[in-house]
């Protein structure tokens, strides 16, 4: 039997390890506490965690660092609102007040120095030039007269521009400014 697939404990007699296999999730099998309801929990997180990291979602880095500068910055703000509201503040709230901002402040400065949103500019741009060639090109072969590509490329426009904005709510840096324009290439399906 492979060690990785068998319980961890040891015998306190021999000192040699249990052969039974695990729970699903576990590092113990049942007969060294695999079934205790705490045990149990921690299996199902780790089964979890397995699931998401197989199955889930690969996003870019500087997706992950932005998102993770967003949710700081909101604990930080809904602090500040609490403590500021008057009540009287314990040594818990003000730890984690501090806390928050120390954790915002260093975000925020990694996002910076990354430069995370003007690659998020650069891959949108990017990404947005694929999809209007893509789309030009079957506006082409569909060989419409000049009346229906234009109808057809204003309709397409449209909905570009709609799921754009309903994808990404946040503000776009472009050219140094912040905008909430979408990140649609300009003219690229007119």
Not at 142 to 154: C, N, S, V
């Amino acid at each position: 039997m492979d060690d990785k697939q068998t319980c961890t404990a040891t015998s306190k007699r021999t000192n040699e390890r249990c052969k039974n296999y695990p729970a699903p999730g576990g590092i113990v099998c049942r007969f060294h506490g695999g079934a205790t309801p705490q045990a149990r929990r921690k299996a199902a997180v780790r089964l979890a965690l397995r699931e998401l990291i197989t199955d889930g979602e690969q996003r870019h880095p500087w997706q992950v660092l932005l998102d993770a500068l967003h949710v700081s910055d909101s604990l930080m703000r809904e602090a500040v609102v609490q403590l500021g509201a008057g009540e009287p503040i314990t040594p818990q709230q003000l730890t984690t007040l501090v806390d928050a901002i120390e954790r915002a402040s260093r975000l925020a400065k990694v996002t910076l120095d990354a430069r995370a949103q003007e690659y998020m500019q650069q891959h949108t741009t990017v990404e947005a030039d694929l999809i209007a060639r893509v789309l030009n090109a079957a506006l082409e072969a569909a060989g419409l007269d000049p009346d229906q590509e234009a109808r057809a490329r204003a309709a397409m426009r449209l909905e570009l521009l709609a799921l754009d904005a309903e994808q990404n709510e946040a503000p776009r840096v472009i050219n140094g400014e912040a905008s909430r324009q979408p990140a649609l290439a300009a003219g690229s399906t007119s």
